[in-house]
């Protein structure tokens, strides 16, 4: 029941910034994390960041800390992906996904996931 929908992907030149979005339907405990991953051609998924429910609680990716912001906005039920400073290297796909209870940083532990948007970085 639970549905994940990741907006926001596209084109941006390196230095550039970007906003992805993950609307979700069906999350109704009051205790979750919802969290991005990446995967980029011939690598490993990876998280990249997450937040929890109900308190607001991040976690970022060592890497990704400082140029990229997770948030979140409860009336629209909807996370972001706020990405600034964008390099080739940043160039994957970006996948939204859930699962119930705190953060864990394996994409195993995550049940629920859309079907990922596409960021590309140019040099």
């Known amino acids: 029941q639970v549905q994940l929908v990741e907006s926001g992907g596209g084109l941006v030149q390196a230095g550039g910034s970007l906003r992805l979005s993950c609307t979700a339907s069906?999350?109704?405990?009051?205790?979750?994390?919802m969290a991005w991953f990446r995967q980029a051609v011939g690598k490993e998924r990876e998280m990249v960041a997450a937040?929890?429910?109900?308190?607001?609680?991040?976690y970022y990716t060592a890497s990704m800390k400082g140029r990229f912001t997770i948030s979140r906005d409860d009336n629209k039920n909807t996370v972001y992906l706020q990405m600034s400073s964008l390099k080739p290297e940043d160039t994957a796909v970006y996948y939204c996904?859930?699962?119930?209870?705190?953060?864990?940083?394996?994409?195993?532990?995550?049940?629920?996931w859309g079907q990922g948007t596409r960021v590309t970085v140019s040099s």
């Open positions: 996904a859930a699962r119930w209870r705190d953060y864990d940083i394996s994409q195993r532990a995550y049940p629920y």
């Open positions: 069906g999350l109704t405990a009051m205790s979750y994390t």
């Open positions: 937040i929890s429910w109900p308190y607001g609680s991040t």
